[in-house]
């Protein structure tokens, strides 16, 4: 099992680009998360999905916005990127057997806005 | 607003030395306490994790302390190892781990 994949790994992008972040799971997860992580502020959230075809907003959503392809698939979209929008992006998928409700975590995406 | 504050925000242990990071929520709605633990260059993985109805976990070097009536949790490791060093995150949620309120973090280095 792969895990959690998110492609690309950095990206940098100018001020007003467009981008699409993609995320998938091979873990059969109902539950999907973005997140990002700058300096400082820990992890927050920006958009979840608790199951195919259902899509929320978490923290920190302005700018941004997702779809949930299928139950494998959650991408993250920036229609016009700004210099705030330079962090690290993680996707995240959920199980809610085993090891109660953990979280997983893809290796994240490296993006900045010049 | 962080709805879980998280301190210290950086520490320097010696190997062997007990590391100690403190994590205090005000949502008394929150029922699900997980410790992640992330090298540089990676994502966020589950370290340990604790629920409300007991006030302390062990799983190996790694201790989670949690007191209700005060609402902090903390990590204690132990015979902390040059291999522990990363950054910690505490975090919280209610509906079981449903969505995740982090703190900020804290990056543990441990010194050979």
């Known amino acids: 099992n792969a895990g959690v994949t998110q492609t690309p790994k950095f990206q940098v992008l100018k001020t007003g680009q467009s981008m699409t972040l993609q995320c998938a799971q091979d873990m059969n997860h109902n539950s999907m998360y973005w997140y990002r992580q700058d300096p400082g502020m820990g992890l927050r959230l920006i958009y979840y999905s608790a199951s195919e075809g259902t899509t929320d907003k978490g923290e920190v959503p302005n700018g941004y916005n997702v779809s949930r392809l299928n139950k494998r698939e959650f991408s993250l979209r920036l229609e016009s990127a700004a210099p705030s929008q330079t962090s690290v992006y993680f996707c995240a998928s959920r199980r809610t057997s085993g090891r109660a409700n953990e979280q997983f975590f893809g290796p994240g995406t490296r993006l900045t806005v010049l | 607003q962080q709805q879980v504050k998280q301190s210290p925000q950086s520490l320097i242990v010696q190997k062997g030395g007990i590391s100690i990071i403190n994590c205090a929520y005000e949502?008394?709605?929150?029922?699900?306490f997980p410790w992640y633990q992330q090298f540089p260059g990676k994502g966020p993985a589950l370290l340990i994790a604790?629920?409300?109805?007991?006030s302390e976990k062990k799983e190996g070097r790694f201790t989670i302390s949690f007191n209700k009536s005060a609402k902090q949790f903390s990590l204690h490791i132990m015979d902390s190892q040059p291999g522990d060093s990363a950054t910690y995150f505490c975090a919280a949620s209610n509906f079981g781990g449903y969505k995740l309120s982090f703190g900020a973090g804290t990056t543990v280095t441990v010194r050979a």
């Open positions: 604790i629920r409300p109805d007991v």
């Open positions: 949502n008394t709605a929150f029922d699900y």
